[in-house]
């Protein structure tokens, strides 16, 4: 990966073990699950992960919609955490791995987040930034400004790390604050920041670590809550009208993933009717009130997916067995080859149960 790709990301991926993300918290969070009394913990390498703690203030500000992003990471080193936060107005979720998740506003206007990360801002300064300081050129840093004991989230202080990058061409600001196991990197246009401070303000102020094991899936102006199947999902991206969840072995297995829709524009019946016009599907069965979604009658449909050899875009050749279940509000889907169905059912099923549409 090019340095060019921000540094704050390079950073991220330096300093976490990976991420999961979302929006809307109910559930079993627990946000008050932390003792208010405890003092900030320095942000270096640790064996346990950190201790939850409140967000300053709950207020929403107009257009801000809450989000969580919760531990992807296998079982053996999963936290049973999640970050919760604001997003401003004209952000939108882009990609979630391991622990952290990203979200952007367009060119050069983007920030991420994560917990439980392994360095610090100091070290990292150290590493990744000081040695391309006024090197001329693409990924060039200078104006380097760190602190080490500064208010980060509320009255919770911790590490800043401010610069200039010349990154793949783009004139960006970066910042990124940590504390409390939790890390922001910030990225504005260059001599745009002030112009988003205010909005800065409102996702710092926010800032919250519960516990939980619950994400939540944003699109068509409408969230919802799911937990995301563990150990098996990689990675989830945002595209579309979907957020597409990658189960391992993640995304060289194109046909092999779950998938969340909010506010279908057609119903499972006609999605029936176009997938058996399909070359590569067979086996399409439409079964009206056949299945559950988070505990309600749904409609479920089935097909497989079949291909003598690779398709020009990658897709693998073999058998994929896919079900969705839905509602006129959501409709989820689980596919997988038919020999994988024997040991899978199940866990499809506690993903279909968990959504809240």
């Known amino acids: 990966m090019r340095r060019g790709r921000r540094l704050p990301v390079l950073l991220l991926v330096v300093a976490l073990a990976a991420t999961g993300c979302t929006s809307d918290g109910a559930g079993t969070d627990a946000v008050g699950s932390t003792d208010p009394s405890s003092p900030a913990r320095p942000a270096a390498q640790h064996a346990e992960p950190p201790a939850p703690f409140r967000a300053a203030t709950t207020e929403a500000p107009p257009g801000y919609v809450l989000a969580q992003c919760s531990d992807l990471r296998r079982q053996d080193k999963n936290s049973g955490l999640a970050v919760r936060f604001l997003v401003p107005p004209g952000y939108h979720a882009t990609d979630r791995d391991g622990a952290s998740c990203g979200f952007g506003a367009g060119f050069g206007t983007e920030f991420y987040v994560g917990f439980d990360p392994r360095t610090t801002l100091k070290s990292d300064k150290e590493t990744t930034v000081d040695p391309f300081e006024d090197e001329g050129g693409d990924d060039s840093v200078s104006d380097i400004s760190y602190v080490a004991d500064t208010p980060v989230y509320g009255r919770h202080r911790g590490e800043r790390l401010d610069y200039y990058c010349y990154c793949d061409g783009q004139d960006l600001d970066e910042r990124s604050v940590q504390a409390r196991g939790v890390r922001l990197s910030w990225t504005t246009p260059h001599g745009q920041q002030r112009r988003h401070e205010a909005a800065y303000d409102v996702v710092t102020a926010s800032m919250a670590l519960v516990r939980s094991d619950r994400s939540t899936c944003r699109s068509r102006g409408r969230t919802t809550l799911f937990r995301p199947p563990i150990p098996q999902t990689e990675s989830i991206d945002n595209y579309s009208a979907a957020c597409h969840l990658y189960l391992r072995p993640g995304r060289n297995a194109l046909q092999r993933y779950a998938e ?98």
């Open 260 to 357: 969340l829709e909010l506010r279908p524009r057609t119903t499972l019946a006609e999605r029936a009717a176009v997938l058996r016009q399909r070359k590569h599907v067979a086996g399409v069965r439409y079964e009206p009130g056949a299945a559950t979604l988070g505990g309600q009658p749904a409609d479920r449909l089935v097909w497989v997916m079949v291909r003598e050899k690779p398709g020009q875009y990658g897709e693998p050749a073999g058998r994929w067995r896919a079900v969705t279940v839905g509602t006129a509000d959501a409709w989820a889907t689980w596919t997988a080859p038919p020999s994988r169905w024997r040991t899978e059912s199940k866990d499809a099923q506690r993903f279909f149960d968990s959504i809240r549409p």
